[in-house]
C-alpha cells in the first residue's frame, strides 16, 4: 500500500474539515493524495478501465474522468464499479450528468459552476442528490472558465475573483446544509494560483484541491507544479493534489508523488543524493546515477542512495546515506550506513550498490 506515515513534514498542516473520496480521505489531517485524470474516452469502458489500472500501479489514489457525453455518464456505473481507486466524474456545461454521475456511484463529482448554466438554481437539487448518495462534490473554480458576473466584477480572472466565485458557491450548498466540500481554484499562473490558494485557505475550512491548470508540457509543467504546490504545501495549505500535464497521466502522478515526498509530505522511497558532477570528478557521475538509479528502480524501502563524484564532499554524503559511494583514482568506496564497507574497481560500483542496496531491503523489510 501507500506510505501513510509523512516522514518529517514541511510544516504543520492547516485545519481542514475531512471529507471522503471513496474510502480516501481528504483533509483534516488526512495525508495528501495524488490525483490524475484519464486521457481515454470514457465510454470507452475497456481503455478507460485500463489506463485506470495503470495510473493505480503508479501510486494514483483518485482518478478524474470526464463526462461530456450521455455516452459518458453511461460508463460511469461500471467504471465506477471495477476501478480500484475512487473515481470522479468531471462535469462541465451540463448539470444532468452531475446526477447521472451521482446515482452512477461515483465516489465524488467535480462540478465547474462558471460554465455550467444556471447552476445556482440547481444547487438545492445537487445538494439533495449528493446528500442522498454520500457524494461529496468538488467546486472547481478555473481561470479560463470563470463565472461570468465575477469577470465582469474583476476585469480578469485575479485571486480574488477565484476565491469569491470559489466561496459564493459554497456559500449556496451551505444553504442547504451541505458541506460535503472540497474546492480548487486552479490558475495557469503559479503566482495568481499561489495567492488564491492563500486566500481562500484563510477564508474557510473546506479541504483544498491543489493545481495549475494547464501548466503545459512535462518540464515546465513539472517546474510550474512543483514550485506552486511547495509555496502552499510549505505552509500546510493543500488536501490533495493534482500535477496537470500535457503529458501521459502515470507521469503526473510520478511528479506528484516525488513533490509530496520532497516535501517530506510522503515517505521517501528510493532517494538519490547524486552531485551534479565538475572538474574535480574522477568517475563518470551522470552514468553512475543513472544507472544507479535504473538498477534499484522499483525497490520498495526507504532508501538514500548517495552517488559522489570525488572525496570533497563524496564521503560527506555518502555516510549519511542508508548507502552511498564517494569515487577516486578510478575505484569507488562503497559505504553502507556510514561504514565503508569495501573499495571496488569503477566497473564495479553499480553492481555493488544494487547488492547492498538489496541486502539492506532485505534487513528492513518494506515500508
Ligand atoms: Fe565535484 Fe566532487 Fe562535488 Fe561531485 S562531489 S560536484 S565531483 S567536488
Not at 485557505?201 to 518540464?219: I, K, M, N, R, S
Not at 515517505?267 to 558532477?277: F, H
Not at 522499483?298 to 563524496?314: D, I
Not at 564495479?348 to 528492513?364: C, D, G, H, N, S
Request: charged share 20%; proline share 6%; hydrophobic share 40%.
Amino acid at each position: 500500500g501507500v506510505p501513510e506515515v509523512p516522514a518529517r513534514p514541511v510544516a504543520p498542516r492547516r485545519q481542514s474539515r475531512q471529507i471522503h473520496v471513496g474510502p480516501v480521505a481528504v483533509g483534516g489531517g488526512a495525508p495528501v493524495s495524488v490525483q490524475s485524470m484519464t486521457t481515454t474516452r470514457t465510454s470507452d469502458i475497456g481503455a478507460t478501465l485500463q489506463q485506470i489500472a495503470e495510473l493505480t500501479a503508479s501510486g494514483c489514489q483518485i482518478v478524474r474522468v470526464a463526462c461530456p457525453t450521455q455516452d459518458d455518464a453511461d460508463a460511469l456505473a461500471t467504471i465506477a464499479r471495477k476501478s480500484q481507486i475512487p473515481v470522479i466524474a468531471d462535469i462541465h456545461f451540463q448539470p444532468k450528468y452531475v446526477f447521472a454521475a451521482v446515482e452512477a456511484g461515483c465516489a465524488a463529482v467535480r462540478v465547474n459552476p462558471g460554465n455550467i448554466k444556471k447552476f445556482d438554481d440547481q444547487v438545492k437539487e445537487i445538494a439533495r442528490a449528493a446528500r442522498d448518495h454520500g457524494t461529496p462534490i468538488r467546486i472547481g473554480v478555473n481561470a479560463g472558465s470563470l463565472d461570468r458576473r465575477l469577470l465582469q466584477k474583476y476585469g480578469k480572472a485575479t485571486p480574488e475573483a477565484l476565491v469569491e466565485s470559489a466561496l459564493w458557491e459554497a456559500s449556496l450548498f451551505e444553504e442547504h446544509g451541505f458541506r460535503d466540500i472540497k474546492i480548487s481554484v486552479k490558475h495557469n499562473d503559479p503566482v495568481v494560483m499561489i495567492e488564491a490558494y492563500r486566500q481562500l485557505a484563510e477564508a474557510c475550512d473546506y479541504p483544498l484541491h491543489l493545481g495549475v491548470t494547464e501548466a503545459g508540457p512535462a518540464f515546465q509543467g513539472t517546474i510550474k507544479s512543483a514550485v506552486a504546490f511547495g509555496a502552499l504545501l510549505s505552509r500546510g495549505i493543500g488536501d490533495t493534489i493534482r500535477v496537470s500535464l500535457s503529458a501521459p497521466p502515470v507521469e503526473e502522478v510520478k511528479v506528484g508523488i516525488q513533490i509530496l515526498q520532497s516535501l517530506g509530505l510522503r515517505q521517501r522511497r528510493l532517494e538519490i543524493v547524486s552531485c551534479p558532477s565538475c572538474g574535480r570528478a574522477q568517475v563518470d557521475v551522470y552514468k553512475l546515477a543513472e544507472e544507479v538509479t535504473a538498477g534499484l528502480d522499483g525497490m520498495e524501502v526507504p532508501l538514500r542512495v548517495a552517488v559522489m563524484g570525488c572525496v570533497v564532499n563524496g564521503p560527506g554524503e555518502a555516510r549519511e546515506a542508508d548507502l552511498g559511494v564517494a569515487s577516486g583514482n578510478g575505484k569507488g568506496q562503497i559505504f553502507v550506513k556510514g561504514e565503508v564497507v569495501k573499495t571496488v574497481p569503477e566497473s564495479k560500483i553499480v553492481q555493488t550498490l544494487i547488492e547492498e542496496a538489496l541486502k539492506l531491503a532485505e534487513r528492513t523489510g518494506p515500508a
